[in-house]
């Protein structure tokens, strides 16, 4: 098994442009999770999705903020316009419901706006 | 509201020895604890976990405790091995819910 797959691995952009961060969770894996980590909040979770259906968004900072998963494969989080504030490290996380609830990470996007 | 409260940041210990990891939590709805290990420019990786209706859990050199009274849990490590050192992370969820309420991490340095 492949594990959970982003993309890009690193983004440096400048303020004010749009950014595209995307995500493939573990295959048979219902449940799809978007983190950001800062130094100062830690691992906070943004976004989470059960069977391609956003259950859950309080988390997203701002409506600058978007994600999306169109199908049970595939998963973007958008950032537009983007900011300095907005640099950190950014995870996906998948699970399969029905089992513990153990998250599986990809190895995240770190992206930084200039 | 820090719902789950890793205080300490640091470790640092002796190979060979125990490492004790801790973490306080606030929220009494929380019935199922994980700790996760994270290397640098990787992802946070399940090490272990514990439901609420033990109080202790073991696998190899990792052991997991639960105190609920004091809503306290512990991670310890024995021995300690230099590969161990990384951030470990607490986490906790509520029945029937999807998501993970995480600390703010512990960086273990054990020293050869």
């Known amino acids: 098994d492949a594990g959970v797959i982003q993309s890009p691995r690193h983004e440096v952009t400048e303020m004010g442009q749009e950014v595209t961060l995307r995500c493939k969770p573990i295959s048979g894996h219902n449940s799809l999770f978007w983190y950001r980590q800062t130094m100062m909040r830690g691992l906070e979770l943004l976004i989470y999705f059960n069977n391609n259906v956003p259950i859950d968004d309080s988390g997203m900072p701002e409506d600058r903020f978007s994600a999306k998963m169109p199908n049970a494969s595939f998963s973007t989080l958008k950032i537009q316009p983007s900011e300095p504030r907005d640099s950190a490290v950014y995870f996906c996380a998948s699970r399969s419901t029905g089992r513990a609830n153990i998250q599986y990470f990809g190895a995240g996007t770190r992206l930084s706006v200039l | 509201d820090q719902q789950v409260k890793q205080n300490s940041p640091s470790l640092s210990v002796q190979e060979g020895r125990i490492s004790i990891l801790n973490c306080d939590y606030t929220?009494?709805?929380?019935?199922?604890f994980l700790w996760y290990k994270k290397y640098p420019a990787e992802g946070p990786t399940f090490l272990i976990s514990i439901s609420s209706i033990k109080d202790k859990n073991e696998d190899g050199r990792f052991t997991v405790f639960l105190n609920k009274s004091a809503k306290h849990l512990s991670l310890h490590i024995v021995p300690s091995q230099p590969g161990d050192s990384a951030v470990y992370f607490c986490a906790a969820s509520q029945p029937s819910n999807s998501k993970l309420t995480f600390g703010k991490g512990i960086t273990l340095s054990v020293r050869p």
């Open positions: 929220n009494s709805m929380f019935d199922y």
